[in-house]
């Protein structure tokens, strides 16, 4: 089992910045790809960015490209998640979701991640 607690979520005002976390720990975490999705009110989940277990490969959304960083820290016994969130715009409020897989690529669909954390808010006012 792995498990994920996000952190970081809150409001900010169009064009400024957020970071949002996510600590990973238990069963080999280190060695599987993560990811961000977000989910808006009535909207179905999307992706926003992924990153391999060596934190070397990354996948972002158009949406988000430019304008969000994601970044991996393997520690001992604990896999850091990073999304550095700037330039946010109205669009991008939603409960956002750390995601673990333990498949070994980079995936887009929801369905092919086995471990969610719980979300954490992100308002973002206009």
């Known amino acids: 089992q792995v498990q994920l607690v996000e952190s970081g979520g809150g409001l900010a005002q169009a064009g400024g910045s957020l970071r949002l976390s996510c600590a990973a720990s238990?069963?080999?975490?280190?060695?599987?790809?993560m990811a961000w999705f977000r989910q808006a009110p009535g909207k179905e989940r999307e992706f926003v960015a992924a990153?391999?277990?060596?934190?070397?490969?990354?996948?972002?959304a158009d949406s988000v490209k430019g304008r969000f960083t994601l970044s991996r820290v393997n520690a001992k016994n604990t896999v850091y998640l990073y999304l550095q969130m700037d330039s946010l715009k109205p669009e991008d409020a939603a409960v956002y979701y750390c995601?673990?897989?333990?498949?070994?690529?980079?995936?887009?669909?929801?369905?092919?991640?086995?471990?969610w954390g719980q979300g954490t808010q992100v308002t973002v006012s206009s």
């Open positions: 238990g069963r080999t975490g280190s060695n599987y790809p």
């Open positions: 995601a673990a897989t333990t498949r070994s690529s980079l995936f887009r669909n929801p369905n092919d991640y086995n471990y």
């Open positions: 990153v391999t277990s060596s934190g070397n490969g990354k996948a972002y």
